[in-house]
């Protein structure tokens, strides 16, 4: 069970974070709006940069594998807000929390 625990946990937390990445409708909508939505969008994008930059090299090397597209940034949301929230995200990422844990 435990091993069973310790597949599906990330792997449902990489889905999950898949859904929100950049370059959706939901992203696009949600860049639209005001301060705090662009600033926890770039926030919530910097934190699941890693798992967007492997997304992209799998469907620029292999096309077809995976039935989404991601961006690594939001063009819609370029402002201040959404800029130091991703790069807050990126200097607090899951590799640094990860690797705090240790």
């Known amino acids: 069970m435990k091993t069973t625990s310790r597949l599906l946990v990330p792997l449902a937390a990489c889905l999950f974070a898949a859904a929100c990445a950049a370059g959706s ?11 705090i939505a662009q600033f926890v969008l770039g926030l919530w994008h910097g934190v699941i940069s890693p798992i967007t930059l ?3 090299i799998i469907n620029s090397l292999l096309p077809h594998i995976i ?20 790069y807050l995200g990126l200097g607090g990422g899951p590799v640094v929390l990860w690797s705090r844990r240790r």
């Open 67 to 86: 039935p989404w597209h991601a961006h690594l940034y939001e063009t819609k949301a370029a402002g201040a807000p959404y800029d130091l929230g991703f």
């Open 54 to 56: 492997i997304v992209e």
């Open 25 to 35: 409708s939901d992203s696009a909508h949600a860049a639209s709006s005001g301060f």
